[in-house]
T-cell receptor, first 115, second 114 residues
Framework: ETGVTQTPRHLVMGMTNKKSLKCEQH?????MYWYKQSAKKPLELMFV???????ENNSVPSRFSPECPNSSHLFLHLHTLQPEDSALYLC??????????????FGPGTRLTVL | AQSVTQLGSHVSVSEGALVLLRCNYS??????LFWYVQYPNQGLQLLLK??????LVKGINGFEAEFKKSETSFHLTKPSAHMSDAAEYFC????????????FGQGTRLTINP
């Protein structure tokens, strides 16, 4: 596998279910991100992890719970979601540089549908 | 705070015609600027980026963009459109010295007419 991979690619869940999205990067990066892409809205940054520490939580509801066990893996745990949470969830990774931002590389996304 | 405005949510051009996708940004510091492309059912792929070196940036697939500080613009161009260019294009801005936050525009869907 190369680049950034995400599983599953598609997920349908009920509002009472618990599920997890997985992201894995094979680029040797040390920062990882979750984005939400909804129809007719700009991409929204949800979480940023740098060196496995959460450095950004962009006012995301607690029904979304991220986990970063190591620099290559990132999870997004989902529980009691709402239909408006249906979206494409994108994972990205980058180098964390002392002087700031480096290019982010994106995975293919997980298309989530909440019934 | 930084922001990006992409003028035109849909752009349609004929095959072989010039492609021009517009992006204006707002930033209190000299920014880094990016163009990403998203093909159907795929993630975002980096087309090109500006990081305060040359103002004319060349990217993949024949695309280029010019940073114009006086106009706060970073428009994306390609001299001759190809059917395979049909996709959604996103402009993004980040603070080079800050946290790793990309702020995206709302995207422009490019359609190529045969």
């Amino acid at each position: 596998e190369t680049g950034v991979t995400q599983t599953p690619r598609h997920l349908v869940m009920g509002m009472t279910n618990k599920k997890s999205l997985k992201c894995e990067q094979h680029l040797g990066h040390n920062a990882m991100y979750w984005y939400k892409q909804s129809a007719k809205k700009p991409l929204e940054l949800m979480f940023v992890y740098s060196l496995e520490e959460r450095v950004e939580n962009n006012s995301v509801p607690s029904r979304f719970s991220p986990e970063c066990p190591n620099s290559s893996h990132l999870f997004l745990h989902l529980h009691t979601l709402q239909p408006e949470d249906s979206a494409l969830y994108l994972c990205a990774s980058s180098h964390r540089l002392p002087e700031g931002t480096d290019t982010q590389y994106f995975g293919p996304g997980t298309r989530l549908t909440v019934l | 705070a930084q922001s990006v405005t992409q003028l035109g949510s849909h752009v349609s051009v004929s095959e072989g015609a010039l492609v021009l996708l517009r992006c204006n940004y707002s930033s209190s510091v000299p920014p880094y600027l990016f163009w990403y492309v998203q093909y159907p059912n795929q993630g975002l792929q980096l087309l090109l980026k500006y990081t305060s070196a040359a103002t004319l940036v060349k990217g993949i697939n024949g695309f280029e963009a010019e940073f114009k500080k006086s106009e706060t613009s970073f428009h994306l161009t390609k001299p001759s459109a190809h059917m395979s260019d049909a996709a959604e294009y996103f402009c993004a801005v980040s603070d080079p010295k800050g946290a790793q936050k990309l702020v995206f525009g709302q995207g422009t869907r490019l359609t190529i007419n045969p």
